[in-house]
């Protein structure tokens, strides 16, 4: 590699690095806690505290009240609202059930209720002003909604490309050395170098995961929005022209569940978007059902009910982007082999913190240092050192 080519790879990997790293510090920090959302959530507000375990709540066990009863109690429980989302848990009576002023509400504006399907209590709701709530707010859109989301994506891709600069100008740096070498006998950024070296190596395809699930992340309301305009906008073709169904003309959900069972039998319902929110038409109930396998049971496929009716639309599977968006998602926060993952994603994150403090120690002494001494280092296989 020519001086000029790593010339150009080192100050890729410096500005990169720099103009994200602040904001993946905080990523960092407020992911720990929610790395574990679901065990904090056990030990703080009991959500999984519930009568008949093993039976779900998105089931038609006996015993299970109707869900036209569980929506009268959520409303009765927010006068003057309507009907968002409803949510099952497919291992317990427990479902949430989200309520807005409009259909189409801004997530602030959301109540989400929880209930005990099998006795219709409710048994609390969820705390917006929680500190689990704020920290996923800060982690996703530093409670700027979309521009935050898009911004925090953006850092993510320069995260990523950081990544990818670190790793060219590895190579070069490394091949008079053996891998794993930490120069302890020498100076104060040396020994951190070789940390900032070895770190970044050991933890490189979880960072490459983890930003790439990011970027997607950040992208979720963009493809909604895309799905609606496109795929959903075509299972609704014969509703064009027609007005939207209004929320003192729903039909029974029970009803439309029963119709969406029979369209696709054997899996499980995961949750139902009523009319006029992201997640549905105008018209219709979308009730999007899931797997029966811990990597399929990410993957979707929503079925439209008339919401007036009760008639059966049409069912597909969520397309491609949407399957990306619906896999990204646990893995970005290691949600899918129980806690001994998230206890190696937890411990990943550490690395990263010290990744990215290491690699802002250095810049600050880089800056004492020239880019052509620097350049040198890199080109030599660490043989000359910048003077401190």
């Known amino acids: 590699m020519t001086r000029s080519t790593i010339r150009t790879w080192f100050l890729i990997h410096k500005w990169t690095s720099i103009m994200c790293t602040a904001f993946l510090l905080m990523l960092c920090v407020t992911g720990l806690p929610l790395i574990f959302h679901d065990e904090i959530d056990l030990l703080t507000e009991g959500r999984s505290s519930f009568g008949m375990p093993g039976v779900g709540s998105s089931g038609e066990a006996p015993g299970l009240r109707p869900l036209d009863e569980m929506l009268a109690r959520a409303l009765a429980a927010r006068p003057g609202e309507v009907p968002v989302f409803m949510a099952f848990d497919n291992d317990q009576p427990s479902m949430t059930i989200t309520t807005a002023p409009r259909p189409d509400s801004p997530a602030e504006d959301m109540t989400i209720q929880l209930f ?82 070895l770190l970044g190596v050991v933890a490189l395809a979880w960072m490459t995961v983890v930003g790439a699930t990011g970027v997607i992340n950040a992208l979720a309301t963009p493809i909604f929005q895309y799905w609606q305009r496109t795929e959903l906008a075509e299972m609704t073709n014969a509703y064009a022209g027609k007005g939207a169904v209004t929320p003192d003309r729903y ?138």
Do not use: C
């Not at 969820?126 to 911004?151: A, I, K, N, R, S």
């Not at 369209?263 to 038409?281: E, H, L, R, T, V």
């Not at 994150?349 to 052509?372: A, E, H, N, P, Q």
């Open 251 to 388: 039909g029974s959900i029970d009803k439309a569940m029963a119709a969406a069972r029979k369209a696709i039998p054997g899996n499980n319902p995961q949750f139902i978007a009523f009319p006029g929110g992201a997640f549905s038409s105008k018209h219709h109930y979308a009730v999007f059902f899931q797997g029966d396998t811990p990597l399929t049971e990410r993957l979707l496929t929503s079925a439209l009910i008339d919401a007036e009716t009760g008639a059966f639309t049409d069912a597909r599977p969520m397309p491609w982007y949407t399957k990306a968006l619906a896999l990204s998602q646990p893995l970005h926060f290691g949600d899918y082999g129980g806690l001994p993952l998230k206890i190696l994603w937890a411990i990943l994150t550490l690395f990263t913190i010290i990744i990215l403090g290491s690699g802002l120690y250095l810049w600050l002494g880089k800056r004492r240092s020239g880019t052509d001494a620097l350049v040198r280092e890199v080109e030599s296989g660490g043989d000359v050192v910048p003077a401190e």
């Open 116 to 197: 005990d399907r099998s006795t219709g209590a409710r048994t609390g709701a969820v705390d917006e002003d929680g500190v689990m709530h704020v920290l996923l707010q800060l982690h996703t859109d530093m409670f700027l909604g979309l521009p935050g989301m898009l911004f925090l994506g953006l850092m993510g891709l320069l995260f990523v490309i950081a990544i990818v600069s670190g790793v060219v100008l590895y190579a070069p740096f490394m091949r008079k050395l053996d891998f794993g070498t930490l120069r302890t006998s020498r100076s104060r950024r040396v020994k951190w170098l070789d940390y900032h070296n």
